[in-house]
């Protein structure tokens, strides 16, 4: 099985799991462009290092450039620790070996090299207990002009990979929700927890956080599909709605729904079947 591996450059900003990541990330591109301004390269680590983590410090792994090109780990976070079952903290990063530490290898090379932020993503092979890694890269200049770059990770387990991998096999849009109930415990809307890449596409969502189907469509509850929703939530099984909806200014033929957790799956079918398509990926041999 190929050792997935897949770096980002652009669009960085949507793909990050957590709101103190992309607080962060925003410090961070501030702060390059006041460089840029000033004609220097990098900002300083103070900039981002230490009290300005955002609470995020125990998943802070940093790395130093060295003249021969290889990397030192001046900081590893006890959560990343903990996570992994391992230290890095003084080492250099060739004295480890295999695929992710050659995936490290390269990240890296390409943050010193385009002096860019950039989101790394891989499957966690060396921590039984983790899926996949998300780190933000972020390349820095310490108090000696030294280039470094601050790793700020983010962990998935086993089973949110399962359940992220099963939402993107789908080609039709797909939408987790959570029934949202009043005092009364009347449901009165319900929330998103998770889409996939073809939901977010269609219905403009940058992600599933404090989306619910009132701001996808007006009056939710009301929707000709909402009965089998409920449907699929009281007898705990599947049920199909045919018939036309829009969510979105986009058109849909049919819904599927199935009970997940307090809430379902909707499986959203378009009128048009969506030409399948994946983002490039890259894979570390």
Request: proline content about 5%.
């Amino acid at each position: 099985m190929p050792f997935f591996a897949q770096m980002r450059t652009s669009d960085i900003s949507r793909h990050l799991p957590d709101s103190r990541l992309r607080a962060l990330y925003n410090l961070y591109q501030a702060e390059l462009s006041e460089c840029t301004k000033k004609g220097a390269t990098l900002p300083a680590l103070s900039v981002v290092g230490a009290e300005h983590y955002l609470g995020l410090q125990p998943w802070v792994v940093r790395v130093a450039v060295l003249e021969d090109g290889d990397f030192i780990y001046h900081e590893f976070g006890s959560k990343v620790i903990e996570a992994a079952g391992f230290s890095m903290l003084g080492k250099r990063l060739s004295s480890g070996h295999g695929r992710p530490f050659a995936f490290f290898r390269e990240a890296y090379g390409k943050v010193v090299q385009n002096r860019q932020p950039m989101l790394a993503e891989n499957a966690a092979v060396l921590a039984p207990n983790v899926g996949s890694w998300t780190r933000l890269l972020l390349p820095v200049r310490d108090e000696a002009q030294q280039i470094n770059i601050v790793g700020v990770l983010s962990a998935r387990s086993n089973e949110q990979c399962m359940a992220d991998a099963l939402l993107e096999a789908n080609n039709e849009a797909t939408l987790v929700i959570e029934l949202v109930r009043n005092r009364a415990a009347e449901v009165v809307d319900a929330r998103v927890t998770a889409s996939n890449f073809r939901a977010q596409e269609l219905l403009g969502m940058k992600g599933a956080r404090h989306v619910h189907l009132s701001d996808l469509m007006p009056d939710p509850l009301s929707a000709p599909f909402f009965p089998t929703v409920v449907t699929a939530y009281r007898d705990e099984g599947r049920a199909r709605f045919n018939g036309n909806f829009s969510l979105k200014d986009n058109e849909f033929r049919a819904l599927t729904a199935t009970r997940c957790g307090d809430g379902a799956v909707l499986i959203l079918h378009a009128l048009r079947q969506p030409a399948f398509a994946t983002e490039s990926t890259s894979a570390a041999a």
